[in-house]
């Protein structure tokens, strides 16, 4: 069953991936193993790569659509309302008899790191056939995760084929992730996806590896408090993260990906891409799940000029090859 919301064929961006709804548990410390420890407070909010990413755009002011798979219970409600609150376009697929994706987020109240514990039940992966190629088609840029990575390839290929970049935001090697990348431009990944996908530890090696074997325009990993560091074919670019009061880093790499499509289409040369994608993550950050403090333009605009960074992971901002 469809839950479309979907009126007219042109939007900026359009986000094919995951969704989730999460249970955040703040915690004073990480408990120990065998140990028992009371939380501070916990909190039921939406999230998931794709759909956060969504929401950030759309609130910057760029006519977003998000295409997910969700189950017949209350979650999949809430993602409903909540893309309807922000005017978000959506086309919702809904499973009867099927839960959502959920999580349990535990995050340390100390330095704001979390752990995810995740579940999500096989059919609310979207397939290729629940796709409409006029959902991809009419947007400027698409964003795909590889969690369901047929889906993503199906809409990867058709904004190629139409001529839309296409940026993925992937962290794991999930099957068939290979022919993802034969169709993605940006590729930003997790600091760990390089090395799973070569077998190089050194990014300053990997990131090209997979630049030249599949032909991105782009490759770059986040990293954390270390920033992001991008190969774009011919030289390496590397800014580091801003220093905020973290309270939960949930969501950042979200926002940061959100904010990256969104430097994407305002024409901004690369590194003004990724300082305001790293400002963004940074600022987000300070607010509690996965959309914690999606902070305005003018706000992340403000840390870019007045923030300090943390110390530089990679010193010289650009490397030859």
């Not at 991936?17 to 410390?29: E, F, K, S, W």
């Not at 059919?123 to 190629?133: G, H, T, W």
């Not at 973290?246 to 590194?271: C, P």
């Amino acid at each position: 069953m469809r839950m479309p919301s979907i009126q007219q064929p042109g939007v900026d961006v359009v986000g094919v991936g995951v969704n989730a709804v999460d249970t955040l548990i703040q915690l004073p410390r990480f408990p120990a193993p065998d140990s028992k420890l009371e939380f501070s407070a916990s909190a039921v909010m939406p999230g998931g790569q794709v759909a956060s990413a969504m929401i950030a755009c759309r609130k910057w002011g760029l006519s977003s659509r998000y295409v997910g798979k969700v189950g017949d219970d209350e979650y999949g409600e809430l993602h409903h309302k909540e893309f309807q609150r922000h005017g978000v376009e959506f086309e919702l697929i809904r499973v009867d008899g099927c839960a959502s994706q959920s999580s349990f987020i535990l995050v340390d109240q100390s330095s704001g790191e979390r752990t995810v514990l995740w579940k999500r039940d096989p059919r609310v992966a979207l397939q290729p056939e629940d796709l409409n190629r006029d959902w991809i088609v009419g947007a400027r840029a698409l964003l795909v995760d590889g969690h369901d990575t047929a889906a993503a390839t199906c809409a990867a290929r058709w904004a190629r084929e139409a001529g839309i970049p296409v940026t993925a935001d992937l962290d794991n090697l999930y099957p068939g992730v290979e022919v993802l990348l034969e169709n993605t431009d940006f590729v930003v990944s997790s600091k760990e996806f390089p090395e799973r996908l070569t077998g190089e530890k050194d990014l300053l090696k990997s990131l090209p590896q997979v630049q030249r074997k599949f032909k991105n325009r782009l490759t770059a990993a986040t990293l954390g408090r270390d920033g992001v560091l991008a190969w774009d074919g011919s030289e390496f670019r590397y800014f580091p993260a801003f220093r905020v009061k973290a309270v939960d880093t949930t969501g950042a790499g979200d926002i940061f990906h959100a904010a990256f499509v969104y430097a994407q289409l305002a024409g901004w040369k690369l590194e003004e891409q990724l300082s305001f994608s790293c400002a963004a993550a940074a600022l987000n950050c300070t607010g509690s799940g996965a959309r914690g403090y999606i902070a305005s333009i003018e706000e992340i605009q403000k840390l870019m000029r007045e923030g300090f960074t943390h110390p530089e992971a990679y010193p010289a901002r650009r490397f030859p090859c």
